[in-house]
């Protein structure tokens, strides 16, 4: 770019050049951005730029780019790649990279790196399928083919923890001040959130949090798309997750939002919960719905009552079910106070509420508890759906096939199958390569299934 002769006509510096800045080159991707169609491939190769730092516009200005090409240049450590990677708002789109005869690449083969620079890459750009003009799927694809025996990894030969799950716990105070306390909290809180009020302490402290994942088991045992419970599909998590979530692992937003998502005070708690929607916890009816630890915290006058509770309630209007988990931190409540005067006999210091997608309160049976060779979960049945890309004639065959796998391991590669059409060898393949996640194992499909074969389907 240097040579370029409308640069030098309008005096600007092209990344690499001499004294040149983020300013001039930030110039160029902005008068990129305005070309139409909209700039897909770039090359930026054999210009000299020794720093990342000159492309951290590039993503801003660029955000569609597919096709990217630096080669040599003279980018020499992974802080110069993280100019481009590896954070929100990055190039998510990349599907090509070229770094040949860049220093970071070279030394990285030279020195016997060649696999570990390879997943760093695709690490940092999830959506790369190309890089150094080379593919970089993640799948074995060029694995041996498949052959009539499956080689797995040797199981476990337990089949239950060596401890067993134990009934509820309450320990170092009597049974009927947690068990009056739920069972009036959960009624008001289900009908009538106001009432609450005087039940907090005025400096009591309240937040929730939202996990949308789907639990391993409840996967497993078909709960979110089963006939039995059609109302789960009939949820949507949009509302909670406006609501001011503060799930700390997906929070964006910085400082201010995580400060603002804990409610300090019971006229801001009962403000926040009062936003959130409608819900109906069968506490008198259904004990084994719910799971109640409590024991004291604290010495003498500071002494508190920690509670955590696990359970589920039915989300209004949909009817459908959700999980959660609640964790109190109680004080006695003085003599002469607002909670006393209203027949509170605890205050609440602290509430804190995470509501997760349902998983059965199997979960917390007393008894022994199964590991992934004791007795398979229940699961739905896998007669090909509407939907499945598994041939009829091809399910005796592919449940055999797969017999030698755990349960869980079974459903996974049957619903990798069903919803690819692959073959039950590149399925494993497939998921193996992705740690065994489901939705991970579906991306990565989607990335690659241009360049797959024939021999990979059923």
Known sequence: MMDDPELQKHGLLPPGAPASSVREASVLFKLASHLRPAVQTLSLANNNISSGQLLSTLAHYLPKLANLSLQNNNLKVWRDI???????????????????????????????????????????????????????????????????????????????????MRPSFITGVEDSVVSNFLVRFFPLFDDQRAALLDAYHPSATFSFSVNTAIPSRARIQGLHSSKELPNQRKLDWAVWLSGGSRNLGRMGGGVDKIVNSLHLGSEAAIRAMSTLPKTKHDARGSPEKFCIDAWPVGLGENLKLFITLHGQFIEEPSQGIRSFDRAFVLAPAPPGSRAKLNGWDVMILSDQWSIRAYSSYEAWHPGPMRVQAGDPLPSPPLEA?????????????????????????????????????????????????????????????????????????L
């Not at 940092?124 to 052959?147: H, K, N, V, Y």
């Not at 598994?390 to 619903?415: G, K, N, T, W, Y």
């Not at 590149?426 to 074969?453: H, I, P, T």
């Open 82 to 164: 993280d100019f481009i990677s590896g954070r929100k708002g990055k190039l998510e789109h990349l599907r090509e990279l070229i770094l040949l005869g860049n220093p970071l690449r070279e030394q990285e083969i030279q020195n016997g790196r060649g696999d570990k620079y390879k997943s760093d890459m695709a690490r940092r750009f999830t959506s790369l399928i190309m890089l150094d003009q080379e593919p970089i799927a993640t799948i074995a694809f060029d694995a041996p083919g498949p052959s009539s025996t499956l080689v797995t990894e040797k199981r476990p030969t337990a089949t239950k923890f060596p401890y067993e």
């Open 385 to 457: 759906s509407s939907s499945s890309l598994i041939p009829a004639h091809a399910q005796a065959q592919l449940q055999q096939a797969i017999s030698s796998f755990s349960e869980p391991q079974r459903s996974l590669i049957m619903q990798i199958c069903e919803r690819t059409g692959l073959n039950a060898k590149f399925a494993v393949d497939c998921l193996q390569n992705n740690a065994w996640n489901l939705e991970g194992a579906l991306v990565n499909f989607e990335q690659v299934k241009g360049a797959l074969s024939r021999d990979a389907f």
